[in-house]
């Protein structure tokens, strides 16, 4: 067990990956605005939108308009979802500092999910890697399932050290681990960090967490103490996961940024603006928030917490 880092790497996954699986509809000037806000709030790394097919993810379209039209913030990096060599080239034209591909530990998730299997889904992922480096554009690589698929069950920690593996060997420059259906514990999850490190440096490793059993936070000190310093979170907990039953949203941005806080371990990130702007997307979602820190923070200062 490592000491706790003294700074962690907030990456906000909201505005993509809450987003795309809300009911709730939003055009286009209201993502603007909810990144830009995030933006305000000292986040460094926000992953603003997805170029993959609106045909898939409709609530994703027009995110070459938004990366386009954003303000931007100094030392901020805009990200975006690209599962193909069509969409990193769009995402290029729309100046993503930032692209990110998508894979899965579990085969069955993965032909639910993007219609391929791991192996295939691997392969496609090539070009698009190749493509990135000659434009000097990094990439992250996200792996879902890693603890569990909602199909196939436990997923071994051995599988996901090798897909992990592969990942990094193909060039992403980090890999973030999402406990898709919030299945882990900080048991389960420690088992699986440390087969990973086996393989992948730690300094290259990210956590993404789904709170659908209340287990997250517990999941994310668990990994900090194996050396994690990069965490993926959703504002007021945006998102599910439409290919898994009962998923529940991402770990609330406001929640990890107050644990942090507890724990001394610093984010750069203005918490109250943090919570304001979890009421203020809740509100215009018409949805409750889902973050219980920033809930107790806006009761607190007399503002609605439930949006």
Not at 37 to 56: C, D, H, M, N, Q
Not at 58 to 81: C, F, N, Q, W
Not at 223 to 228: D, E, M, N, R, Y
Not at 239 to 249: F, L, N, T
Request: charged share 20%; net charge negative.
């Amino acid at each position: 067990m490592m000491a706790l880092p003294q700074r962690v790497r907030i990456v906000e996954v909201g505005p993509r990956d809450g987003l795309q699986n809300e009911p709730g509809e939003l055009g286009i000037e209201t993502r603007i605005g909810l990144v830009e806000r995030l933006t305000g709030t000292g986040l460094a790394y926000i992953e603003a939108g997805s170029f993959v097919s609106p045909k898939w993810v409709p609530k994703m379209a027009g995110s070459g308009e938004l990366l386009k039209r954003l303000h931007r913030g100094a030392g901020v990096t805009y990200a975006a979802l690209t599962p193909n060599l069509r969409g990193l080239e769009d995402a290029l034209a729309s100046d993503a500092d930032e692209v990110a591909v998508f894979a899965a530990a579990s085969e069955t998730f993965s032909e639910r999910n993007i219609n391929c299997s791991v192996a295939e889904s691997l392969a496609r992922f090539e070009p698009v890697l190749q493509r990135a480096r000659e434009a000097g554009v990094p990439v992250r690589g996200y792996l879902s399932t890693v603890i569990a698929c909602p199909y196939e069950g436990d997923v071994p920690a051995e599988r996901v050290a090798e897909l992990a593996d592969q990942l990094y060997r193909m060039g992403c420059r980090e890999i973030s681990l999402g406990d898709t259906i919030g299945r882990g514990t900080p048991g389960s999850v420690t088992r699986m960090i440390e087969s990973v490190a086996q393989r992948v440096p730690v300094e290259h490793l990210a956590v993404h967490f789904h709170d659908t059993y209340g287990q997250a936070l517990a999941n994310i000190l668990a990994s900090l103490q194996l050396g994690i310093g990069v965490v993926d979170a959703a504002v007021a907990g945006l998102g599910g996961c439409p290919y898994a039953a009962g998923a529940s949203g991402n770990v609330a941005t406001e929640d990890v940024v107050y644990m942090m806080e507890g724990l001394g371990i610093e984010t750069g990130i203005d918490f109250p603006r943090l919570c304001q702007t979890g009421a203020w997307i809740t509100e215009q979602l018409g949805r409750s928030n889902q973050s219980r820190a920033g809930q107790a923070w806006l009761a607190a200062q007399g503002q609605a917490a439930d949006g």
